[in-house]
């Protein structure tokens, strides 16, 4: 029986349970249940404080207010995803996987930041400062104006900021701070909800725009209540794959900015550098293209990104063929295997299929669809597609080649890296350079590849 005072609370979906249990009934995970005290949520109003609170003044949707100024950092990838900077007093979530360089990142925005005039506080709770030292030394950052510090206690970190007057204000990271206004430890779902909710209150009462760190679980969602990813304005994602050496920053909420902007990172002995043609990092240097490659004109935010699309069909040495993808959809190379068979004649029941999407890249839109369709094409006839030909297109149930946005984009994208043959759905656009070879039908891509008609 739970004692008076107390509450159960799940660290993994933030669920409250009247008593403690093995496994949370909202979210089915084992042992994340903690108790902790009963406490009044942080702004709760006494019943007679409603009786003398004024009114709301409402307003028309007319104004004349300015967009909000930003602060450029110094790393254009970091200010492209924040939507060309950071605005005053908003509050921005960064997450990712252990090691993957949220640390070094955000020392460079602080490096960066610093050394053009702006003041920017470095509060770190995982890291002494001697630590943070090092890094900035091995980065080049020794000389940044940047105000360290390493503590964990909101008060004092709270007493500080109001004290003084900052630009910019990094937490690394907001899971090791705790409150003494809760009993429970500092990581569990009442300390992060709290302190960030507080952080976030601060930079809104006209203070410093606030980047606070966030660990992530084992399925890639930021620890905690999801309730914090609610009061920020801006929820960044630092993404890698380990024995890639590029990172990729995305923003998947931003509210002032768009949110499927990209920045691409290279990580190198000297820290992070910059990526400001991401095509060339993920092609490669290669001077022949193999059968069961494709070049895929693809479009990650505002920018367009070219990468190499690798299939392998070989037959299969178990009763149960392979399907392994890497850097794609599953569900979505087994639809395009199942239109090859229907539509096409192009079987693949005995056979092993191998997916890759060279250099790490994840793609997730649909107009990969024909370059990977290429790719298999390619890899089953055994001929390769010509060194200059990029492909994109969105293929349908029936096996009709639709088409898709930014066509124009790509192309042009293509042309600047060499390329000078597309192999796509018919376009409505100029080719600006670039030679199109429209397919309306899967079947034409098939026929045009394996008889090497472009």
């Known amino acids: 029986m739970a004692r008076d005072g107390a509450i159960y609370v799940c660290q993994s979906c933030g669920a409250v349970h009247g ?8 979210c089915g995970n084992w042992n ?30 007319q104004s004349e207010t300015p967009e909000p100024p930003r602060i450029t950092t ?28 949220k640390s070094t990142l955000l020392l460079d925005v602080a490096g960066r930041a610093a050394l053009a005039g702006r003041r920017v506080a470095y509060i770190s709770g995982e890291e002494a400062i001697e630590q943070i030292r090092s890094r900035a030394k091995r980065m080049g950052l020794a000389q940044a104006p940047v105000e360290l510090a390493s503590a964990t206690a909101l008060r004092e970190i709270l007493g500080t900021l109001k004290r003084e007057t900052f630009d910019i204000v990094i937490v690394d990271s ?14 569990s779902v009442t300390q992060v909800r709290a302190c960030a909710g507080e952080l976030v209150r601060l930079a809104k009462a006209g203070g410093p725009a606030v980047i606070l760190v966030g660990h992530v679980t084992k399925d890639g969602q930021v620890a905690g209540p999801r309730v914090v990813e609610h009061m920020v304005d801006a929820v960044l994602s630092f993404e890698g794959e380990r024995g890639y050496p590029f ?19 290279e990580m190198g002995d000297a820290g992070l550098t910059e990526v400001s043609n991401p095509s060339a990092l993920f092609l490669g ?28 069909v070989a037959p299969s040495a178990y009763g149960t063929p392979r399907r392994a993808v890497i850097g794609w959809d599953t569900g979505r190379l087994a639809m395009v295997l199942a239109v090859l068979e229907a539509r096409c004649g192009v079987g693949f029941g005995n056979q092993d299929v ?9 793609i997730n839109e649909p107009a990969a669809d024909l370059a990977a369709a ?24 029936s096996g009709e080649v639709r088409a898709v946005g930014r066509a124009e984009a790509r192309l042009r994208e293509a042309h600047k890296l060499g390329f000078d043959q597309a192999l796509s759905p018919p376009l409505t656009v100029k080719g600006g350079g670039v030679a199109i070879t429209p397919v309306s039908r899967l079947t034409e891509a098939v026929e045009r590849i394996s008889q090497n008609r472009y």
């Open 247 to 265: 990172r990729i920053l995305r923003a998947g909420k931003n509210r002032f900015g768009a949110t499927d902007e990209i920045g691409v990172f």
């Open 19 to 26: 008593k403690w249990s093995g496994q949370c009934g909202a």
């Open 174 to 187: 907001v899971q090791t701070l705790w409150s003494d206004a809760h009993e429970a430890g500092p990581g």
């Open 354 to 362: 191998y997916l890759n999407v060279a250099g790490g890249l994840r």
């Open 74 to 101: 110094g790393v254009a990838e970091f200010d492209r995803v924040c939507g060309g900077g950071v605005v005053p007093g908003s509050a921005i979530l960064l997450s990712g996987d252990p090691g993957v360089g």
């Open 285 to 312: 240097e290669n001077t022949q293209r193999a059968a069961g490659a494709a070049v895929f004109a693809g479009i990650e935010g505002s920018r367009p990104v070219l990468v190499e699309v690798q299939a392998l």
């Open 32 to 61: 994340t249940i903690v108790e902790e005290s009963r406490s009044a949520p942080p702004g709760a109003l006494k019943p007679a404080a409603t009786a003398r609170s004024r009114g709301l003044a409402f307003e028309s949707l």
């Open 374 to 397: 290429a790719a298999l094409i390619s890899s089953v006839t055994d001929t390769p597609l010509p060194q200059g030909c990029i492909v994109f297109g969105e293929i349908s149930l």
